[in-house]
């Protein structure tokens, strides 16, 4: 029933795993007796089976997707033309100003992920997961868009191909940055470069608290097709006494 996971385990320092629901919740009592084997476990499911089974939730994560039409090719007046936006080389040698500029978007990316709003979470769990990001998406040769202005990096999104479609992993424009249209001009050209493949759907997870992405999701036309409500569970704690 409790999956146990090794790269968080081994990236934490203790004992994590994960407890999906499926249509119903599972024997309770098996599964305390799994979870005493535990330091945290990821409870995962539809919103009213983690409630029902007493799992105070940490965030909701909502999966979109895009179908590709021709107008997302056309781009849009509106973006500040001094933004250049083009293809990283993820296997080159990056300066030290772009290895820098990358690590402060890589963390902001996160700032709605659930491992920054669980408080409890003190051992820098964070920090340790997003820095392994850039690493993976070396390791799996995903695609990485940058935007810059006047050379200096300010945003960047990365996708990858994942079951006949595009998937988005981490997106971010610097907070000075936010609001001109850099993100937008960022994820046109990956609509641009997923049709010149002939791939017309994208897809991407954000947390439904996150309202500002919500917002800019819709209004690129992203429908909802999902959503998991996600609980943090120390079994040391009655998962009903979990504040």
Known sequence: MIKFLPFDTSLFGYRVGQLQLG???????????????FDLIYVMGKPGLVKLGGWSPISTRVDLVKNIIKTDLIQSPKVDQKVEVSEMIVSGNLSQSDQKALRELIFSSGQWSRFKQDLLLANQEYEKLYSTWWETIKAEKHKVIVARISGKLVGFITFKLLRGRGHVGLFAVKGSEQGSGIGRKLMHETLVMLDGSGFKLLGLSTQKANKRAMDFYKKFGFQ????TLIAHWRPGLKPENID
């Open 224 to 227: 909802p097709i999902k959503e």
């Open 23 to 37: 249509r119903c919740l599972p024997d309770l009592e098996k599964v305390n007796n799994q979870a005493k084997n």
